[in-house]
């Protein structure tokens, strides 16, 4: 499957949602504002765990195959004391991911948890990965200080399908009966995803496509089925259609990576 943002796209959106994460920052009242969306942590732990992933990530893209696992970066990878120094700190985060990705390009092999899935182990993946990692914490950051915003579009419309191809595909057998789920965005953009002894998959369809007849589906708009993947609002922010209960064992289902 084409990912619908090229390696340049994919960039750009890491250094824009990144800022957009800075700027919750920023207005914070204080880092120690709870995360409604991240259980027990403060927008300070939240921080921490975005700067601190950024150079893991910035560390184990330059290692390329030589990786074996997540690399343990080196220099300042605990949050600095006060407002602003967090601030520099993040970007500097941002900066050496970039840099990473860029010297990579999209196509060196890189080391990733989704090695069963239908996302392939490269630079470009680990750079589409990390887009929707900061996207959807962007917005948890945001609805920490009272300002919860949809996620822009073509973030959230690659962000769905990111999200059914990676984290929901594997070849790990579905514990229960065969099934099929349409996925449709009303930006106009739809996904199958299929489960079944053989494991599970995702392909981007169109009203061209001659297939049966999916046993359930859920349309809402891209924005909404993110944060309902990623467990940040209730399936009852989608429309559902057929049948219901297999969103429900799809989520509560952790086949082995």
């Known amino acids: 499957m084409q990912n619908s943002l090229n390696f340049s796209d994919l960039l750009r959106l890491i250094d824009e949602r990144s800022t957009a994460f800075r700027a919750a920052v920023a207005a914070a009242p204080s880092l120690d504002v709870p995360v409604p969306t991240c259980p027990g942590w403060t927008l300070l732990d939240l921080v921490q765990h975005i700067g601190e992933g950024r150079r893991a990530w910035a560390a184990t893209i330059a290692a390329g195959a030589e990786a074996t696992g997540k690399v343990v970066p080196r220099g300042d990878t605990v949050a600095p004391q006060g407002r602003e120094a967090v601030l520099v700190w993040l970007a500097d985060s941002t900066r050496l991911l970039l840099d990473a990705l860029t010297e990579a390009g999209p196509d060196r ?10 996302t392939p182990l490269t630079s470009g993946a680990a750079a589409r990965r990390q887009l929707h990692e900061i996207a959807v914490h962007t917005y ?3 609805l920490a200080v009272g300002d919860a915003r949809p996620l822009p579009t073509e973030v ?6 990111e999200f059914l191809v990676t984290i929901c595909t594997t070849t790990e057998a579905w514990p229960h009966e065969t099934a099929a789920v349409d996925y449709h965005v009303t930006e106009g953009v ?5 489960v079944g002894e053989d494991g599970a998959r995702t392909a981007r369809t169109s009203e061209a496509d001659v297939l049966p007849a999916a046993d359930a589906s859920a349309t809402s708009t891209a924005s909404d089925l993110v944060l309902v993947l990623y467990g940040r609002i209730g399936l009852d922010s989608l429309k559902l259609e057929g049948r219901t209960g297999l969103f429900e064992q799809m989520a509560e289902w952790d086949p082995e990576r």
């Open 109 to 118: 092999p890189c080391w990733g948890w989704w090695g069963k899935s239908q």
């Open 140 to 142: 948890d950051a945001q």
């Open 190 to 194: 739809s996904w199958r995803y299929w």
């Open 156 to 161: 959230a419309v690659d962000g769905a399908e």
